[in-house]
């Protein structure tokens, strides 16, 4: 049964990334223009020899299919073409930064499981005043952007108290830390306050559920009830929630990249489409859309596989 | 769940006794709903209510604070702050608007023919739903902008394509229910074409939940225009909008005048704050309503 679930879900999981990849590569023939001015990047026409070259270069002028396939390939390949205005291969451009985008990302998803399930259940289970303010930070935090936070952050910890550098990426583990610390906090806040809150209803849902009112009534201890009966059952939408949120984080990062000055792929992402420099463009965007997928169906499959009541039928 | 219920809700707003009772048992909902009819209210009358034009500049007050002349300060070329948000507004609200509304049509569209044809149609639609939502929306709209070119456009119909899932896969659900009621078949059994009913009953039935989604949507939209225009990729200068302001400010934070970026972000926060409170308030109504 779990394993029919497994094979459909790898299925859809591959149907996705292979319309995604056709969308990403077929953006380069609905663009108005010669597809080979967006391979320069820069927005602006090249001279006819160097247009000559691009269409030889990356086959433009064969059918779509054998191109649109010769271009898969090579990204299988770890080849990913040349970028034209970063003069450099678009690998190389890519594996330079993925260390900080990494760093970047595993921070904030720390910054946000360990905090997010702690505080949630605290205001699951003392109730009352507690539970109220939690309640209102973490609606309040939903709401905050993250491109404000990192704004906010950066005039509070870096510009009045001086605590963190505003820019950079930092080098080594201490350098990162110091650097990455305001971009994985800015990162970290909305999903935090969305994990917190998920957990929170969770456990209080089985706080309220009449097996832990029978266990409590047998009289087993409660920090026992609490962790064989309200934690384990609440484990799941707290894991599934919680690998949403590194899905989220690693869609999310460029724009945090983009306000701390981090030398990252999310950065690159968006600079390199400001430049409209579409090789990287292409190679970035399926990338994160491979990472998003994945991780996306890999919280499926481990939730279905935590929880025997999740309906395997129904989650297609 | 009736276009009945759409009515009562309409009755309830005119009525004045009723819109007072509703104030009494809503208080939070109310404030709400206040919040925004002020924020859409100055946005359309920013040419009458803004001290300055959102874009003139003056060399001799940049950068400067709160005054009698400029109550929230000049930006670092001396533009007016106030009048930047208040017809900042604009397109701040016109765009995320643009794109749940574009989404909700499109959507609510392709869920009821699915619900209703069924077969090979409700696969297809299911499986482009699912292949949009494993998309993150600021992917594919940063990769419109570097087709397409950096601009406001390409950014509202990439969002628009990115939100189809969040309201179509509810409205899908929606529809298949409905379809399945016992007055569709009657109405086929009178002879009513698939084409009548759909247009006259099922979606009108259908419109609270696909409304509640569009709302419930737009807060969404209106954080993912403003970082979009934040990163440079929306909305570009000089044009006064929201997340272009927090970008704009942020060397004026750098050299501690953080009123720009503080200002525009305040107006986001709180105007996003109150769009969801009203979503879930109107979310929990018409649960309560279908129970």
């Not at chain 1, 390949?77 to 990494?102: C, E, K, P």
Request: charged share 10%.
């Amino acid at each position: 049964m779990i394993w029919r679930f497994i094979a459909r879900r790898t299925a859809m999981l591959v149907v996705t990334v292979l319309v995604a990849s056709i969308v990403i590569y077929g953006a380069l023939f609905i663009a108005p223009g010669d597809p080979a001015t967006l391979l320069v990047g820069g927005g602006k026409p090249p001279s006819p020899r160097v247009i000559e070259e691009i269409h030889r270069q990356y086959h433009l002028d064969d059918p779509f299919v054998q191109s649109y396939w010769r271009w898969l390939t090579g990204m299988l390949h770890g080849d990913a073409g040349q970028s034209l205005s970063y003069r450099d291969s678009v690998t190389h451009l890519i594996t330079d930064r993925m260390g900080n985008t990494l760093f970047l990302v595993a921070y904030a998803a720390l910054l946000i499981i360990l905090p997010g399930v702690a505080l949630g259940t605290l205001a699951a289970l003392r109730g009352g005043l507690g539970e109220n303010l939690i309640t209102v930070v973490t609606t309040t935090l939903m709401a905050v952007p993250t491109f404000v936070i990192s704004v906010l952050l950066i005039w509070w910890l870096s510009v009045r108290w001086g605590w963190f550098p505003a820019y950079g990426s930092g080098v080594g583990f201490a350098g990162r830390i110091e650097h990455l610390t305001l971009p994985a906090l800015a990162l970290a806040a909305s999903w935090l306050a969305y994990v917190a809150q998920v957990t929170q209803a969770a456990v209080r849902a089985e706080l309220a559920s009449e097996h832990v009112e029978t266990a409590r009534s047998r009289g087993i201890p409660e920090r026992f009830v609490l962790r064989k009966h309200v934690l384990r059952n609440a484990a799941g939408p707290i894991f599934s929630v919680s690998g949403v949120a590194v899905a989220g984080l690693i869609a999310g990062a460029s724009i945090v990249e983009q306000a701390f000055g981090v030398n990252g792929i999310g950065a690159l992402l968006i600079q390199s489409a400001a430049k409209q420099d579409l090789a990287v463009v292409q190679t970035l965007a399926l990338i994160t859309v491979v990472v998003f997928v994945a991780v996306n169906t890999l919280v499926d499959v481990v939730t279905a596989a935590l929880d025997h009541r999740v309906s395997l039928e129904a989650g297609a | 769940m009736s276009s009945y219920q759409i009515a009562s809700l309409g009755r309830g707003l005119i009525r004045s006794s009723r819109l007072r009772s509703f104030v009494r048992g809503h208080g939070v909902l109310a404030a709400a709903g206040a919040v925004v009819a002020v924020v859409v209210l100055a946005s359309v009358c920013a040419p009458l209510i803004a001290p300055y034009d959102p874009n003139a500049v003056d060399v001799m007050a940049v950068s400067q604070g709160r005054s009698a002349a400029h109550w929230l300060g000049t930006d670092d070329t001396g533009r007016d702050i106030l009048s930047r948000l208040l017809y900042g507004a604009r397109l701040s609200l016109l765009a995320p608007a643009a794109v749940v509304l574009i989404a909700g049509v499109l959507s609510s569209a392709l869920a009821v023919s699915a619900a209703w044809l069924g077969g090979w149609w409700d696969r297809t639609v299911s499986a482009l739903l699912d292949v949009v939502f494993g998309f993150p929306g600021l992917v594919l709209a940063v990769v419109a902008a570097a087709v397409f070119g950096a601009g406001l456009t390409v950014a509202v119909v990439a969002l628009s394509v990115a939100y189809l899932p969040y309201i179509g896969r509810v409205v899908r659900n929606a529809a298949l229910r409905e379809c399945q009621l016992p007055y569709v078949s009657a109405l086929r059994m009178l002879g009513m074409s698939g084409w009548r009913i759909c247009l006259r009953h099922v979606v009108p039935n259908l419109l609270p939940i696909a409304l509640v989604q569009v709302t419930m949507s737009f807060g969404y939209a209106l954080l993912d225009v403003a970082a979009f225009s934040f990163i440079g990729l929306g909305t570009q200068p000089p044009t006064a909008e929201w997340g272009l302001m927090v970008a704009n400010g942020t060397s004026g934070i750098l050299a501690g005048r953080p009123e720009q970026s503080l200002y525009a972000g305040v107006a986001i926060v709180v105007f996003v704050i109150a769009c969801n409170l009203i979503g879930n308030g109107l979310s929990t109504r018409l649960q309560g309503e279908t129970r």
